[in-house]
């Protein structure tokens, strides 16, 4: 998992890279290609791989063992302040959320069986983050079939609050916790911290790798958070990368 989601990051970091320096506007088609390509290149570095492409491989040779599978699940934002624009894309359970005066919007969708099944009327959202199938992915990087990317675009609008995380992160913290978190905090620093002691006070059963990347647009605490907090001895950041920041242990990337 974790050479997978380091690989995952690489290609991704050097493709935005490459688009940031040809002052392209965030773009979700773009997003949508670039993940797919990293899908592609996780493919080709998986075990057997070269023997698969081999046509007189033996059957018995061209399968690798499954636990020696790559793969890794992806959250890409693209923010573009000068324009006024988001991008994202991702696939499979890591999560993007946005948070508008203080209310919660989870604009990625999990590629899970459970999603499914909220799709569906049968559950809702709080039932699903306790279902026994909710880690079960239909899609990922790295599997044998293709992908398709879930991607989306907005204005950006000051005050907007973005937080991407894997499953062991949004797994322990329901839709109002979030935002009661996002009321007590002074800076993005602040509320990554309420936030990661929330889920060290009570930790979900059989917690997965929890990371989070927190970005803050211009001043929430004058649009977003309903009761701002006065503590000045904090340092008033706007984006904060913390330092679990980057591939999980199970291969979940932010």
Known sequence: GAEAAKRVVDAIDADLARLASQAMAPDQSLLQAIVRQAHDALRRAQPGAQLDARADAAPAARKARPGDSMHATVVVLWLDLARRLAAWAHVGDSRLYLL?????DQVSRDDSAVQLLVDAGVIDREQARRHPAKNRLLAALGIADDIDPHAGAA??????VW???????WDGLADSD???SLDGSVSVNAWVEQMRAHLAFAPPPNQDNHSAVAVWVGRPEDIT?????????VPDDT????SDYGPGNDGDTR
């Open 239 to 242: 984006i904060s990368l913390p």
């Open 163 to 169: 937080l991407a995380c894997t499953d062991g992160w």
């Open 155 to 160: 204005a950006l609008r000051d005050g907007d």
């Open 225 to 233: 958070r309903v009761m701002p907090a006065f503590v000045p001895t």
């Open 100 to 104: 508008r005066h203080n209310r919660v």
């Open 178 to 180: 979030i935002e009661h």
